[in-house]
C-alpha cells in the first residue's frame, strides 16, 4: 500500500514538473513574439540613433541623426557633409543650389510629418540621388529605432590636431580632425613644405592624364617650392601618395577611427600610410569618451 501510494505522489511530481516546463516555454515564446509584434508595429525605443554613409567617390556623404522620446521622434536633422572639411553642405562651399533645397525641404518635411510615406519627394526639383540617399537613411534610423539599436559617440566632439615630430624630405605631415555627434565627420591629412626648394610634377595631357616618355614613366618638369606650400600633383611627381592620403581619408572617416582598420586595400606610399595613422592616433588621444 505504502509503495503503491509513493508511485502516485512521484507521478503527481512529475506531471506537475512537465507542466511547469511547458508554461515557461509559452511564456517565452509568448516574449519573443510581443518583441516581434513591437517592431512589425514599428514602437519605437527611446534613445539616439544614426546612421552615416561611406564616403563617396566626390568626397562627401550624407548622415542623419534622430532623437526618440516617450516612443516618439523628439528631432531629426538629416546633413551631406564635405569630407575634407567635415562642413556640412551650404550656400558658401557648394554649389549645387538644387541640392540644397532639397535637403531642406526634406528635413522639413519629415519633421512636421514624422512618416516618410507622407513625405513628398517632387515637392522640389533636382538631387534625385540625395532623395534616394534620404528616404534609405530615415528607413535605417526607424529599424534601429524599432530594434532599440541606440548610437553611443565615440568621441567629444570639436577639432582635434596633430603634427609629425619631424619633415621627411622637405615636407611635414600634419592631420585636422573633425568630430560631431561624436562621429569622424572630416579628415584633412597634408604635407607641407618646411623650407623654399625645387621640385618635381607630373606633367598632364588635355584629358588630364599624365604624359608618358618612351621609358613608360610619366613625364616630369621641375618647379619651385616655396616654404608653407601644400603638396599637390602641382609640384610633387610621386601621384601614388595623393593617392594614398584620399584612400586613407575615405578608410578613417568611414571606420570612425584607426582602431581595427583594414588597410590591405591601400597600397604604395607605405610612410604616408604608417604617418596618417599615427596622427590620427595621436590627435584624437584626448578625443575619446
Known amino acids: 500500500m505504502k509503495k503503491r501510494l509513493g508511485l502516485m505522489v512521484l507521478s503527481m511530481v512529475l506531471v506537475f514538473a512537465l507542466l511547469v516546463g ?22 519605437l525605443v527611446d534613445g539616439t540613433y544614426l546612421v552615416k554613409d ?19 521622434i523628439s528631432s531629426f536633422e538629416y546633413v551631406e557633409i564635405l569630407a575634407t572639411s567635415g562642413e556640412e553642405k551650404n550656400e558658401n562651399n557648394y554649389n549645387y543650389a538644387e541640392g540644397l533645397a532639397v535637403i531642406a525641404n526634406l528635413n522639413e518635411q519629415f519633421n512636421e510629418t514624422k512618416d516618410i510615406e507622407k513625405v513628398d519627394f517632387d515637392a ?36 582635434y590636431t596633430a603634427t ?19 562621429q569622424i565627420v572630416g579628415l584633412d591629412y597634408y604635407e607641407y613644405a618646411v623650407e623654399d626648394m625645387e621640385g618635381k610634377k607630373v606633367v598632364f ?55 581595427n582598420l583594414d588597410v590591405d586595400s591601400v597600397t604604395g606610399a607605405t610612410n604616408t600610410r604608417t604617418t596618417i595613422i599615427e596622427l590620427v592616433e595621436k590627435a584624437l588621444e584626448g578625443a575619446k569618451l
Not at 511547458?22 to 508595429?41: F, H
Open 124 to 159: 522640389v526639383t533636382g538631387a534625385t540621388h540625395t532623395k534616394e540617399n534620404f528616404k534609405r537613411i530615415v528607413n535605417e534610423l526607424m529599424d534601429k529605432a524599432a530594434k532599440g539599436e541606440k548610437y553611443e559617440p565615440v568621441y567629444k566632439d570639436g577639432e
Open 164 to 182: 609629425a615630430e619631424e619633415a621627411s624630405h622637405g615636407w611635414l605631415g600634419e592631420v585636422k580632425i573633425v568630430v560631431k555627434h561624436g
Open 54 to 72: 561611406p564616403v563617396s567617390d566626390h568626397g562627401n556623404y550624407g548622415m542623419a541623426i534622430m532623437e526618440v522620446a516617450n516612443g516618439e
Open 22 to 43: 511547458c508554461s515557461g516555454k509559452d511564456s517565452e515564446t509568448s516574449t519573443g513574439d510581443n518583441n516581434n509584434q513591437n517592431e512589425a508595429k514599428g514602437e
Open 205 to 259: 595631357d588635355e584629358d588630364n592624364k599624365p604624359v608618358t616618355g618612351d621609358d613608360g614613366k610619366p613625364v616630369t618638369e621641375a618647379v619651385q617650392i616655396s616654404a608653407g606650400e601644400r603638396k599637390s600633383k602641382d609640384n610633387y611627381s610621386y601621384l601614388e601618395s595623393m593617392e594614398v592620403m584620399s584612400k586613407m581619408q575615405k578608410l578613417i572617416i568611414d571606420n570612425n577611427g584607426v582602431e
